[in-house]
């Protein structure tokens, strides 16, 4: 069985400064991991995608994660967070090659201060 | 021209009533989806079709019905609208499996959400 625990429910930071939010996940087999953003009254738009290539992946808009399988997480990251990074975050595991379900965690709504 | 589109992006009507909600997909795509994100923004799936085959079937009440006329189309209606579908629901597409080596990257696809308000 596959899922997805995102740790944080809120995140807050303020501009300028690091972004971390944290996913663990939990699968029976090779997984492929993936972070996908929303801001407000939008859709859902991929932000970075792990396939069992790099462990380090990096994505859109300076975001990137690592795949640790030792500690079964996919923690998202950025340098300096920017006004614009304000939205919800969702963490997604699906397994590897075969993507007939995705399963999504709770989000993470990360919230930015000037 | 957009991946996935849906339509109606919002829909405000009564309980009791039946409605649908179309969704189309122009990556070529033979796997289709759709989700249900709540207040809270959690996202849980309804369905998913391959090649107009249904796959998944999660506990959804029977006034759901999806439709697939052909790979590139999932159509969602609903019979007796409830307040508790209140929601918004997203079409997604992605690749089916065995494609690995292909440049299947597996990523889902989401339109750009369906906003049901019930009264």
């Known amino acids: 069985a596959q899922s997805v625990t995102q740790l944080d429910s809120h995140v807050s930071v303020s501009e300028g400064t690091p972004v971390l939010l944290r996913c663990n996940y939990s699968?029976?087999?090779?997984?492929?991991l993936f972070w996908y953003v929303q801001h407000p009254n939008k859709g859902l738009q991929l932000l970075l995608k792990?396939?069992?290539?790099?462990?380090l992946v990096k994505g859109i808009n300076g975001f990137e994660a690592e795949f640790k399988k030792s500690e079964t997480s996919f923690h998202l990251t950025k340098p300096s967070a920017h006004m614009s990074d304000a939205a919800e975050y969702f963490c997604?595991?699906?397994?590897?090659?075969?993507?007939?379900?995705?399963?999504f965690g709770s989000g993470t709504k990360l919230n930015v201060k000037p | 021209d957009t991946a996935v589109s849906q339509t109606p992006k919002y829909l405000v009507t009564q309980m009791g009533n039946d409605k649908s909600i179309k969704c189309e997909q122009n990556?070529?795509?033979?796997?289709m989806y759709w989700y249900k994100q709540d207040s809270k923004k959690f996202l849980k799936i309804m369905f998913s079709?391959?090649?107009?085959?249904?796959?998944i079937n999660e506990t959804v009440p029977n006034r759901f019905s999806p439709k697939s006329p052909d790979k590139a189309h999932l159509n969602l209606h609903i019979n007796s609208l409830e307040l508790g579908d209140s929601a918004v629901y997203f079409c997604?597409?992605?690749?089916?499996?065995?494609?690995?080596?292909?440049?299947?990257?597996?990523?889902?696809?989401f339109g750009e959400g369906s906003r049901l308000t019930v009264l």
């Open positions: 997604v595991v699906s397994r590897l090659y075969n993507f007939n379900k995705f399963y």
């Open positions: 699968s029976s087999y090779s997984p492929s």
């Open positions: 792990y396939t069992s290539a790099a462990t």
């Open positions: 990556l070529g795509h033979d796997t």
């Open positions: 079709y391959n090649n107009k085959e249904l796959i």
């Open positions: 997604g597409a992605a690749k089916s499996p065995g494609l690995a080596g292909t440049g299947n990257t597996g990523e889902l696809f």
